[in-house]
């Protein structure tokens, strides 16, 4: 019985498969509109995916604390003396400072961002030219020296200070997404230029394993008790920066999916009403299949596996035209939802990637759509007696 | 013999309550038996293919009942309908209404498709079928491929695929030709002496003389039954 049953389901599976086939020119017309709803959707949530697994990257590979001043509440400047009392606490590897700033480069507002010489050497496989080593030097994002044609060499200042001349060293490459707009230096270039030799806007601890917490609470400790003249702290670990991009990538790909739902209802609607989608001659195939002894439900899951065919299809090529967009278009039109600043066409690399989970959504996402248009109708024409369907 | 068929006082009207009301059966109230060869014969618009589908229960009476075998279906669910027609009867319609698409064979078998019957026994079984009636060289060809008479006896062969006791064929002679329909006609003899019970409508003057019993309609009503297997037993 259940190896007749097995049989059953897979007879309908051919029986669907075939009959898409023998429509093919309706088969492919509906996989085509719907790769067309689903293109847009696959490539942003590719794009977010991409965008929210390079921060994450980020953010794993960075510091386990950030330590600034607590200023009014919100985060001020913090002197490098300190990173001695820090490096010397239990559970510290090392400490390291930096400045992040923003200033103009010509018109267009750029990040200024100033650190150790150990973390700017470990930039170098990003980097087209060389780090900057000698004082003055700078690292410049990859967008700004295409719209300024910032060569390796060129010197130039800056607005907020410019008595303070720059080299550039080189060139962020494209690959750095982060690294579009800014502008990197040495810490003390960067003290120099805002002005505030002796401070970092953030301390960066490095702890050993499992030893953060205790760190975290270790830095309270000392800042709330007055033990040392530290003052009073703004301490962020990695967890809840971690928490603020899942929450932060979370909304963005949430506001799209709803616009892109919006659109796409309206889409599938006028879809509908524009194409005359009941099909006279497939009523009258269901009126047939059930005057030869086909049940309801046989019909019903036939009509169901053919969609599961056609969502299979479009999500298939809807991932594979979304691969060829990105890769070969740099996601152009789509990426600007999700990349600040970016044009029509991106002049930096776009990172995607795909999940199986998305996947997943894809297909769920597609049958409903297809199920919509189909299914109901399908059970309510069933319904009717064959030789009214026929007729 | 026993009652295969009975109607009472059957009525199927269209458009009920408007003032474009069809009445397209009315009151007809018959018996059919058992391995009997039944013509239903009348004029375009006489009510042939509605009592046809009334019987074959692909269509729903407004009025009356039918019995099947002794059991009213006329209340039956869908899915009790649904477990008649695959078992019990075999449609041939007008127009055919095979898949365009698909292969003689595939046509024919397309009935054991939700059967769990795998794809070799359903070539055996519909292969067997078209030899019988004279297609095993036409297999693989689609509808489009065939003659009107060839299209018809893959339509046949299609309701003949469950082995069902009643064969009904709506207006066999009006899509083939002459000597089509002297086949049709030696298959159908052929089909009743197996057993079946064959029922045809038709306006067509040649089955006057074929048949055990025939029903004559117009306009929706049972104008009168006649026997030409047993000429001079004519009653009104």
């Not at chain 1, 002894?293 to 479009?314: C, D, F, P, Q, Y």
């Not at chain 2, 055996?124 to 060809?141: F, I, N, Q, S």
Request: net charge neutral; aromatic share 8%.
């Amino acid at each position: 019985m259940a190896h007749s049953q097995a049989l059953k389901h897979k007879n309908l599976l051919f029986a669907a498969l075939a009959d898409l086939l023998r429509r093919r020119v309706r088969s492919l017309v509906v996989t085509l509109c719907l790769t067309a709803i689903l293109f847009p959707l696959v490539t942003a949530l590719a794009i977010s995916e991409g965008l929210r697994f390079q921060a994450e990257i980020a953010v794993r590979e960075g510091a386990d604390l950030y330590v600034s001043a607590d200023q009014y509440g919100g985060s001020g400047a913090i002197s490098v003396t300190f990173i001695e009392k820090l490096s010397a606490l239990q559970g510290v590897s090392r400490v390291t400072a930096r400045v992040i700033g923003r200033t103009y480069f010509a018109n267009r507002v750029v990040a200024v961002v100033g650190i150790d010489r150990q973390s700017l050497l470990a930039l170098k496989p990003l980097v087209r030219g060389t780090p900057p080593d000698a004082p003055g030097e700078v690292l410049v994002g990859q967008s700004i020296a295409e719209e300024f044609a910032v060569e390796p060499g060129i010197r130039f200042t800056l607005a907020s200070n410019n008595r303070k001349v720059f080299k550039s060293a080189g060139t962020l490459s494209r690959t750095c997404l982060w690294g579009s707009d800014v502008l990197i230096m040495h810490l003390e270039d960067a003290n120099e230029f805002f002005r505030i030799n002796g401070y970092a806007t953030q301390l960066l601890l490095y702890t050993s394993p499992q030893s953060t917490p205790h760190v975290k609470e270790s830095l309270y400790d000392l800042s709330n008790q007055g033990r040392t003249p530290l003052p009073p702290l703004q301490i962020e670990d990695r967890s809840r920066i971690q928490e603020r991009l899942q929450r932060g990538y979370g909304y963005m790909g949430g506001i799209f999916i709803v616009l892109f739902i919006i659109g796409a209802a309206l889409g599938i609607s006028a879809f509908f009403v524009t194409s005359g989608f009941g099909l006279k001659e497939l009523d009258k195939e269901i009126g047939v299949l059930k005057a030869v002894g086909w049940r309801t439900w046989e019909v019903l899951e036939k009509v169901a596996l053919e969609n599961l065919l056609i969502s299979l299809a479009a999500v298939s090529v809807s991932i594979l035209l979304s691969m060829v967009w990105i890769k070969g278009l740099n996601g152009i039109l789509i990426a600007q939802f999700y990349v600040a600043e970016v044009g029509l066409i991106a002049d930096v690399d776009i990172p995607s990637r795909y999940l199986p989970s998305h996947a997943v959504f894809y297909l769920v996402l597609a049958l409903g759509v297809t199920l919509i248009g189909s299914l109901f109708s399908t059970w309510k024409k069933a319904r009717i007696t064959p030789s009214e369907l026929m007729r | 013999m026993d009652s295969i068929i009975k109607t009472e006082n059957l009525s199927k009207w269209y458009n009920v309550g408007r003032t474009d009301e069809v009445r397209a059966v009315e009151n007809i109230s018959l018996e059919i038996l058992q391995n009997q060869g039944v013509v239903l014969y009348g004029p375009s618009g006489s009510g042939k293919t509605t009592l046809l589908s009334l019987m074959g229960t692909i269509d729903r009476p407004t009025a009356g009942k039918i019995f099947l075998q002794g059991r009213d279906v006329t209340q039956f669910s869908d899915l009790e309908l649904s477990r008649i027609r695959r078992e019990m009867i075999g449609f041939v319609f007008q127009s055919f209404n095979l898949f365009s698409g698909l292969s003689a064979w595939e046509n024919v078998s397309y009935p054991l498709v939700p059967m769990g019957v795998n794809t070799s026994e359903r070539f055996e079984r519909a292969k067997t079928l078209l030899e019988r009636l004279g297609l095993g060289d036409r297999l693989h060809h689609s509808p489009e491929e065939l003659s009107g008479g060839e299209q018809q006896r893959v339509a046949i062969a299609r309701a003949l695929i469950n082995n069902p006791q009643i064969l009904i064929a709506d207006e066999p002679t009006s899509n083939i030709d002459a000597d089509s329909i002297e086949r049709l006609l030696e298959i159908l003899a052929e089909l009743k002496t197996e057993g079946k019970t064959i029922i045809v409508s038709s306006h067509d003057p040649i089955f006057k003389s074929h048949g055990d019993v025939l029903f004559s309609l117009d306009r929706g009503r049972l104008e009168g039954i006649s026997y030409p297997s047993n000429e001079g037993k004519e009653k009104e």
